[in-house]
C-alpha cells in the first residue's frame, strides 16, 4: 500500500499511529468525578460486588451439591 501511495513504509505506519490516537474516544467530562462524589461510587460499586459474591456461592454451592448427586447416581 505504502509503494502504491509512493511513500515508505514507516511514513504510513507513522500515518496509522496519529490517526489511531486522534480517533480514540476522549473521556467526556461527565466521567470525570469530584472527590466528594468518589465515596458514594465507590460504596456503590462493593454493594455490587458483594452482590455479585453472594450470587456466585449460591451457584457454587447448587454445582456442589448436583455433582455430589450425580456421583452418587453413577454407582
Known sequence: MAANLGITGETLRTWVRKDTVRSAPKPSDSSVQSPAEEPARLRAENQRLLKAEKQC?????????????????VK
Open 57 to 73: 456461592q449460591l451457584e457454587r454451592e447448587i454445582l456442589r451439591r448436583a455433582a455430589a448427586y450425580f456421583a452418587r447416581e
